[in-house]
């Protein structure tokens, strides 16, 4: 009867004991971090390239920060700036200028990281043959631009549109001095598809996304080639919204560097993602490095 008595009464304490402080079903601080770590990246190409590329980022860093990873696309560059000062994304893959941008209106963002392709970066010049233009030797050439129809990709674009203005401007030619009203088409896929229909004779973008639309057979190069290449820059990158360190630690932000500096390309599922991004691998970065890029956004009006 004791026996009895005394196994009801452990029955009736279980749920009480589950619930006290010492109980090992209580929530860890792991556990409390509901929120996700939001990610997101300029729409500067194929949109179902961009949803591939950054849902394969997100699981490879959520396995790596041990913290909930999403990916959230926007619908156009001002949007991706905006989503970043309000804090609705954490972290973002900016050009250079969208990157200045964004760090001027977060105070404490910094760039951590970029491919090592970024801190030589280049745009390329591109022609569609019909034209008959010559490729051109150096950057005083540009001016055999004036009297064609002109397209740079997104008005944000640091490689589809501020370096290749300034480039422009170095070399006397005024966006007056082409041809009709020029244009932006939003993206760089969409400024080589518009190039080739012959929509328009020249357009300006980067040369990593040419360089990987030629090596998978998407461009027709009887139809449009490269005429110029510009001189280097530094252009993509992440940057950070210091607000992380409040929700996962002070040193979170040390820890997502660590995580894209980890990137390897001798592992499958690292060099997936690194070939996406058309690089060998992640290296480090800092606010320092796109002062070039916040002058020249200045002086064209993009950057006030």
């Not at 999403?70 to 893959?93: I, K, N």
């Not at 990157?99 to 951590?112: H, T, W």
């Not at 996406?276 to 916040?294: C, H, K, P, V």
Request: a negative charge; hydrophobic letters at 40%; proline letters at 5%.
């Amino acid at each position: 009867m004791k026996r009895t008595l005394l196994s009801a009464l452990l029955v009736l304490m279980l749920p009480l004991a589950a619930c006290s402080p010492g109980s090992e079903t209580a929530s860890s601080p792991q556990d409390s971090v509901a929120q996700p770590f939001v990610t997101g990246a300029i729409p500067d190409q194929d949109p179902e390239k961009l949803q591939r590329l950054y849902s394969k980022l997100a699981d490879y860093l959520e396995a790596e920060l041990g913290v909930p990873v999403e990916y959230q696309p926007v619908t156009d560059y001002t949007a991706a700036v905006t989503a970043f000062r309000v804090g609705d994304l954490d972290m973002v893959w900016f050009g250079g200028l969208t990157g200045v941008q964004a760090r001027l209106q977060v105070e404490g963002s910094e760039a951590i990281a970029q491919r090592d392709i970024d801190a030589d970066f280049h745009s390329v010049f591109i022609a569609n043959k019909n034209t008959g233009i010559a490729p051109l030797n150096d950057l005083n050439e540009l001016t055999n631009l004036k009297g064609r129809t002109f397209t740079f990709g997104s008005e944000s674009s640091t490689s589809g549109r501020l370096m290749p203005q300034y480039f422009l401007e170095q070399a006397g030619v005024s966006l007056e001095d082409f041809r009709g009203e020029v244009g932006f088409s939003q993206s760089h896929d969409a400024t080589i598809q518009l190039v080739e229909a012959g929509t328009y004779e020249v357009g300006v973008l980067n040369e990593q996304v040419w360089k990987s639309r030629v090596e998978a057979g998407d461009i027709d190069l009887s139809k449009v080639d490269v005429i110029w290449r510009s001189p280097a820059y530094f252009d993509y990158h992440w940057v950070i919204n210091p607000q992380v360190k409040e929700r996962y630690g002070e040193d979170f932000v040390e820890q997502v560097q660590a995580a894209l500096l980890k990137l390897d390309p001798n592992v499958p599922e690292q060099k997936e993602i690194l070939e996406l991004f058309g690089a060998n691998q992640f290296i480090e970065t800092e606010n320092s490095n796109y002062q070039q890029i916040e002058d020249v956004g200045r002086a064209i009006g993009k950057i006030q």
